[in-house]
C-alpha cells in the first residue's frame, strides 16, 4: 500500500510530488511552499520549525515528510502522536537525486523518479558546460544568516562551483552539517574580499544596507562594486527549483567573469 494521505512540512517537497504525479495526495503543506502553483490551495498546516499538530492530525495523514535538524522537534511530536514519519537531511545537491528516487519509491513511481532525475541532470550539465567556458571563477560569498554570520549549506556551495563561481568558504559548506559549523566571523568575509555576494535570510528579509554598513565591508570588491544581491528563499530549499536558482546564478557570475579578466 502506498501513502494516500501526505503532510509535506518541508517547502520543496511538493515540487517533487507534483514531478511524480502524486501531488493529489497531498492534505497539508507548509507556509512556506511556492511550488507548484497547483499546491497552493493545500491547507497549510505549519510554518518550517514548527507547526500545528492539532491542523497536521486534522488531515489524518498516512505519511508526514519533513527535512533537516531544525525539523527534530516538530518530527519527534508528530512520532509521539502517531504519525509516520519521513525525516530527510539533505545536504549536497546530489542528495536531491536520491530524495526523488526515495520519493518515487514511496509513491509508486520509480520510473516517473528516474525521469525526473535525468531531466534535472540534463539541465545541470548544460549549465556545467557554460561555466566550464568561462575565462575565470569569480569569487563568491553566500549569507544565509546575519548574527551570527553563517554561509550557505553544502547543495548552496554546490550550485555556486557549478554556475561557476568559487565559493570562498566552500570548505565550511560542504563539512558542515549544522548551521552551527557554518559560522563565519566577518574579518574572514573581508580577507575573503568575495567579488559577488548572495544573500537569502532563512525567511527574512536581507538589508543591504545593513550589510554595507558592518565594519570593514566597505574594502569589499562586492561591496564597492555594488555586487551584492538578496536571492529567492528557494535556495535554500533541495528541490527541483534548485536548477532554475543554478541558471540565475550563473548568468550573474558570467557577466562578472566575462567583464573583469
Not at 549536497?92 to 534535472?120: C, H, K, M, W, Y
Request: glycine letters at 8%; proline letters at 6%; hydrophobic letters at 40%.
Amino acid at each position: 500500500m502506498y501513502p494516500e494521505r501526505i503532510v509535506c512540512l518541508a517547502a520543496e517537497i511538493p515540487a517533487i510530488l507534483y514531478e511524480l504525479g502524486a501531488l493529489d495526495r497531498v492534505v497539508g503543506i507548509s507556509a512556506y511552499t511556492t511550488r507548484p502553483p497547483e499546491a497552493l490551495n493545500i491547507p497549510k498546516v505549519s510554518g518550517f520549525q514548527n507547526g500545528s499538530i492539532k491542523r497536521i492530525l486534522d488531515t489524518k495523514p498516512d505519511v508526514a515528510i519533513l527535512t533537516s535538524a531544525v525539523q527534530n522537534g516538530l518530527a519527534a511530536e508528530l512520532g509521539k502522536a502517531g504519525v509516520t514519519v519521513i525525516h530527510l537531511y539533505p545536504q549536497r545537491l546530489q542528495d536531491l537525486f536520491s530524495t526523488i528516487t526515495l520519493l518515487g519509491n514511496i509513491v509508486g513511481a520509480p520510473d516517473r523518479a528516474s525521469a525526473l532525475n535525468e531531466r534535472l541532470e540534463t539541465a545541470i550539465d548544460a549549465v556545467r558546460r557554460e561555466a566550464n567556458r568561462l575565462p575565470r571563477r569569480p569569487r563568491v560569498y553566500f549569507e544565509e544568516w546575519m548574527d551570527p554570520l553563517i554561509t550557505g549549506i553544502g547543495w548552496v556551495s554546490d550550485v555556486i562551483e557549478l554556475a561557476g563561481g568559487e565559493d570562498v568558504f566552500r570548505t565550511k559548506a560542504t563539512g558542515g552539517l549544522s548551521a552551527s559549523e557554518r559560522i563565519i566571523q566577518p574579518e574572514e568575509v573581508i580577507a575573503a574580499d568575495p567579488e559577488i555576494v548572495f544573500a537569502s535570510w532563512c525567511g527574512k528579509p536581507f538589508r543591504q544596507e545593513e550589510f554595507y554598513a558592518r565594519p570593514g565591508f566597505s574594502q569589499i570588491s562586492a561591496v564597492h562594486k555594488d555586487r551584492v544581491y538578496e536571492w529567492s528563499g528557494e535556495i535554500l530549499q533541495c528541490g527541483p527549483m534548485l536548477v532554475d536558482t543554478l541558471a540565475s546564478l550563473h548568468q550573474v557570475i558570467a557577466k562578472v567573469a566575462r567583464t573583469e579578466h
